[in-house]
């Protein structure tokens, strides 16, 4: 199996008709000005439509054209809204498993997993605090500050040392 093979996600197989059909009615009940504008575009398409809009020259083909593979991108577009709770989110009932926000929120909840736990392999003693600042840090593009990165205070001399210098020095100029 090749890298590139394991970094595709996988995907679903949708029939397009009936995903259609559902946004259709999603769309309907949920976002109708958007639905309306959908309508009145779509009776608007010349009739070389598949070439120009999908790059494909039948009708027909357009139910071949697989989705490009990124994060998400084989998901279900769903038109309800979303919830933070994922019982209640009409936009999971309307999916079937979870919309894309809640896909994204896992995928998010899952990077910040595997960070931490990266950082805390590379030392058990960290504190979430530093994770946070080096996360910054990391993705401004900026130095980090945490208490980890930060370059260690410059030695100070004890005053006994000051005091011998003073009075070198004193000795040298007289």
């Known amino acids: 199996m090749s890298e590139d093979t394991l970094r595709k996600p996988p995907t679903r197989r949708v029939d397009p008709d009936i995903a259609a059909t559902n946004l259709w009615h999603g769309l309907k009940r949920y976002q109708p000005a958007i639905a309306g504008a959908l309508a009145i575009h779509l009776r608007t398409l010349a009739d070389d439509w598949p070439q120009r809009e999908l790059g494909v020259g039948r009708e027909a083909a357009v139910y071949t054209i697989p989705p490009p593979l990124r994060p998400g991108d084989n998901l279900l577009p769903e038109a309800a809204p979303h919830s933070a709770?994922?019982?209640?989110?009409?936009?999971?009932?309307?999916?079937?498993?979870?919309?894309?926000?809640?896909?994204?929120?896992?995928?998010?909840?899952?990077?910040?997993?595997?960070?931490?736990?990266?950082?805390?392999?590379?030392?058990?003693?960290?504190?979430?605090?530093?994770?946070?600042?080096?996360?910054?840090?990391?993705?401004?593009?900026?130095?980090?500050?945490?208490?980890?990165?930060?370059?260690?205070?410059?030695?100070?001399?004890?005053?006994?040392?000051?005091?011998?210098?003073?009075?070198?020095?004193?000795?040298?100029?007289?």
């Open 85 to 174: 709770d994922v019982e209640e989110c009409q936009a999971c009932a309307e999916a079937g498993l979870v919309c894309r926000w809640h896909d994204g929120q896992a995928a998010a909840h899952e990077w910040w997993n595997q960070h931490a736990r990266r950082a805390l392999a590379a030392d058990p003693n960290v504190r979430l605090e530093d994770v946070l600042l080096h996360q910054e840090a990391e993705a401004a593009g900026t130095a980090c500050v945490c208490r980890l990165c930060k370059p260690p205070a410059a030695p100070t001399r004890p005053s006994w040392w000051r005091r011998a210098l003073r009075s070198l020095t004193h000795l040298l100029e007289d």
